[in-house]
């Protein structure tokens, strides 16, 4: 059973940093695709940045310029590095891993971005 732990997450006021990270139980070479998605209370989870096993990496423009989605293989960890963070960005992060048989998700860690 592959299970995502992730840590991270906090109170911060707007313009601070935060960074995630998500560790895998097994080896992310096994994975294709590796995300974060957000969801704030009462709207739909997003997806914000992903990164694949070649070191491609994607981002929603919401957060384009400000978060970094990176990962370190030999711990079997990604980070999402959160620099000049907003009101907006207040939501329950989950990471997310996929390959070609099924997606995993993290347990969600809580950022709260005070203005």
């Known amino acids: 059973q592959v299970q995502l732990v992730e840590s991270g997450g906090g109170l911060v006021q707007a313009g601070g940093s935060l960074r995630l990270s998500c560790t895998a139980s097994i080896n992310i070479f096994r994975f294709n695709v590796m995300g974060w998605y957000r969801q704030a209370p009462g709207k739909q989870r997003e997806l914000i940045a992903t990164i694949t096993n070649v070191d491609s990496t994607n981002y929603a423009d919401s957060v384009k310029g400000r978060f970094t989605i990176s990962r370190d293989s030999t711990k079997n960890v990604i980070y999402l590095q959160m620099n000049g963070l907003k009101a907006e960005d207040t939501a329950v992060y989950y990471c997310?891993?996929?390959?070609?048989?099924?997606?995993?998700w993290g347990q969600g860690t809580q950022v709260t971005v005070s203005s």
């Open positions: 997310n891993f996929r390959n070609s048989l099924r997606a995993y």
